[in-house]
């Protein structure tokens, strides 16, 4: 079920995070909020649109916003874009725990598959930042037919530190039923009402933006608008419960070292070489896993490659998509560098 705003605003390119022409999404009772920019050229030889379409995947406490210096490069190489803000974050409904409604990346997966089916109409490609990238893996590996290929800027999971073979042997009901119990407890007892907001309301939360990025970003409002907006609606406190409690329980089969050896699409993983919330070391250890996903190292940026190295990003990103198959194709792209470049045909 679809609804358009009543701004009825037409694509804008350069209203940073305002970009694009905004719509309401209807999926299992929930309003989720999504934009879209259509292809404003083509490659030489190419009629508007024929590259596919991009679905762009926010991060954790971020919004479809933060593609900001992204969405109008994708869509000047000729591809249609999307983006939506997750269940829990942005301008989408932010639900509390509910027991048929785990919110983890399990049912963001489904948030997007969903998405991808009803409003794109064919497969797409899924670019990811952080837990967007976690989202994209997971959708790509549960619905592959709905996946061309997936990028990832960066990939965060715990279970990626664990080591391959490191997960813990499968306990006993009643060892599990502690457990999750022993989670519920602790993340009711967390005095989420009042720290949320006063995080949401003080200098704290822009010391901890500044955390992502290795450039100076406290004087940028309108990033700190992006994410401060979400956290101070009525939703937020119980809507970070509700994922705390189910990305703590997830099972086995819903961490990334799982999803990882379960991909059929090609991968590409974009890091910030100076980030500090997701080490470089993790895309090691996914390597390790896939030796044969394309993996670029970016300098001069943190946990944010897409928005604070922008044009090595974009440059990265359109170079891998013009050399990557789709879903029906063969082969991947494989590179490793320090600086981004052309990246060789399979």
Not at 161 to 172: H, I, K, Q, T
């Amino acid at each position: 079920m679809l609804s358009t705003p009543p701004h009825g605003r037409g694509p804008t390119p350069d209203s940073g995070v305002d970009w694009g022409e905004h719509s309401t999404w209807i999926w299992q009772g929930l309003a989720v909020h999504w934009r879209h920019l259509p292809p404003a050229a083509a490659g030489p030889g190419c009629r508007s649109g024929e590259r596919g379409s991009v679905v762009l995947l926010h991060g954790f406490g971020a919004a479809s916003g933060h593609w900001r210096r992204n969405a109008a490069a994708l869509a000047a190489a000729g591809w249609r874009v999307y983006a939506l803000d997750l269940i829990g974050f942005g301008a989408s409904d932010q639900p509390g725990p509910h027991r048929r409604r785990r919110l983890d990346n399990r049912l963001w997966a489904r948030q997007v598959q969903a998405f991808v089916a009803e409003v794109v109409g064919h497969p797409a490609v899924l670019v990811g930042h952080s837990l967007g990238g976690l989202v994209a893996l997971t959708c790509a590996s549960l619905f592959p037919g709905w996946v061309d290929a997936v990028v990832a800027a960066p990939l965060p999971d715990p279970a990626l530190l664990l080591g391959p073979g490191a997960w813990p042997p499968r306990r006993r009901p009643w060892r599990r039923r502690l457990r999750r119990w022993g989670v519920i407890v602790l993340c009711r007892l967390l005095p989420l009402e009042l720290l949320v907001p006063l995080l949401a309301h003080s200098p704290l939360l822009a010391l901890g933006i500044q955390s992502a990025y290795t450039t100076p970003v406290i004087g940028d409002r309108e990033l700190h608008r992006l994410i401060a907006q979400p956290a101070r609606r009525p939703g937020a406190v119980r809507s970070l419960r509700a994922m705390s409690i189910a990305m703590a329980l997830r099972p086995h089969g819903a961490t990334a070292p799982t999803l990882l050896r379960r991909l059929q699409r090609p991968l590409l993983l974009i890091w910030g070489h100076g980030d500090q919330l997701v080490p470089i070391q993790v895309a090691e250890q996914i390597r390790r896993l896939r030796p044969d996903l394309a993996l670029v190292d970016l300098e001069h940026c943190g946990h944010c490659p897409h928005d604070e190295a922008s044009e090595p990003f974009n440059a990265t990103l359109l170079d891998w998509l013009a050399a990557a198959p789709t879903a029906s194709g063969r082969g991947r792209a494989v590179i490793w560098a320090q600086q981004p470049g052309p990246i060789p045909k399979p």
